[in-house]
């Protein structure tokens, strides 16, 4: 197998997966140097910290003005993503709008009758600031969420607005829980999700159990995660959730399998797949690599020189009456059925997470901590460091404008 290798910009790492390395509890933590296993292993803890950190903030305010007309969550990247687990726990039959927005400011629409939840883990995201401020501007009720002492919070402050401090220990994407959980209490409190205490514990114990379950020193045979990143490893993952939940865990698992592991993923709704991109099966990375392989060849060689899809179905499998879901969890469930079916007669390789829990929110938790680990998983098999992306610093180095006096 190919050792180390120096790429393009001083980017060290292993073109092909090394399945010893995730075997080496040690060699893992080592290239782990910034603790992103350990920081994702915290998502029960973040649970209970931000739930507390919530209990604090004075959000009986946002509730003195009734009902409002529409919930904007404002914020990029994982922060944005709490917009989405906000209208997916709340479901279809919210009595308001509620709308992630991920760009600077709020929609032209925006005004007193409407709330806006400001969200950033370093609490100085140009998205939400920008978004608080047109928030007080139009006289909408605030909401902000994120670094305690940070420049969020002066602007929460200006405004006489709830401010939640959620303390940032890791970067934002290993933060979703604390992120999350505040955005959910705040539409609590207006009436718009029904997320008691017992959900909290249970999700965050739900989160326990997965950590547990995928801690460094249990062996690939007893841990789903590394088990999920190795079969991941040197292919193109396709994730698609068969419900709205599972779509925002889908879509989450892209998120992380991008960042921490570098690799290009598609994911998305599996209704939404069916219209189309379900043809991805037939395509030259699909069934036509398959029905081309050497039964000869070695395995190794071949897994080398040719790059694959590899299917992973995030299934629901849904809680609510069939009154309350968009579709019958039946129509759901024969969907699911029939993509495994489809990738099984071409010959592409699928992985199947299934949710588990007592309410919408442990059932996404249960679907988010797997995939959450294996993404770290499949960076370490590759010698990369999950937490230190060079490209996100270079990005923002050369997007960000020069101070006036170097230009």
Known sequence: MAGPVEGAAGLTGRRV???????????MLRNDPGGMLRATASAGAQVRESAALAAEANLSMLAEEGRPRAVV?????????????LATVAGPRCPV?????????????????????????????????????????????????????????????????????????????????????PVLLAARSLGLVKVNEADLAETAARLDADAERCRAGAESFVNPAKSLALGLAG????????????????????????????????????????????GLLDGPFGGLAESMR???????????????????????????????????????????????????????????????????????????????FASIYLALAHGLDPMAVPAINEMKELSNPMPEGLQ
């Open 97 to 181: 709008p509620v709308i992630g927005h991920r760009s600077a400011g709020v929609p032209g629409w925006v005004g007193a009758a409407d709330v806006v939840i400001a969200v950033s883990a370093s609490g100085r995201s140009p998205e939400a600031l920008a978004a608080a401020d047109a928030a007080a501007r139009r006289g909408a009720r605030l909401v902000a969420i994120g670094n305690p002492d940070s420049e969020l919070q002066a602007m929460a402050e200006r405004a006489r607005a709830p401010f939640i401090p959620v303390p940032r220990r890791a970067p934002a994407r290993a933060s979703l829980w604390g992120l999350a959980v």
């Open 235 to 278: 292919s193109i993952p396709i994730v698609w959730g068969s419900s709205p939940l599972a779509t925002v865990a889908a879509r989450r698992f892209a998120d992380t399998l991008a960042a921490n592991a570098r690799y290009p993923v598609m994911a998305g709704a599996l209704g939404e797949a069916g219209r189309g991109r379900v």
């Open 73 to 85: 969550v404002a914020g990029i990247g994982t922060a944005g993503l709490t917009g989405n687990i």
């Open 17 to 27: 997966a090394d399945e010893a390395l995730l075997s080496d509890e040690q060699a």
């Open 294 to 372: 050497d039964i000869f060849a070695d395995p190794d060689e071949e897994n080398e020189l040719t790059t694959r899809l590899r299917l992973v179905v995030l299934r629901d499998g849904g809680l609510n009456p069939e009154e309350e879901a968009d579709e019958p969890v039946a129509v759901e469930e024969r969907r699911a059925d029939a993509v495994q079916t489809l990738a099984e007669r071409r010959g592409v390789r699928c992985d199947v997470v299934t949710a588990e829990g007592g309410s919408a929110l442990e059932r996404l938790a249960s679907l988010v901590a797997v995939p959450d």
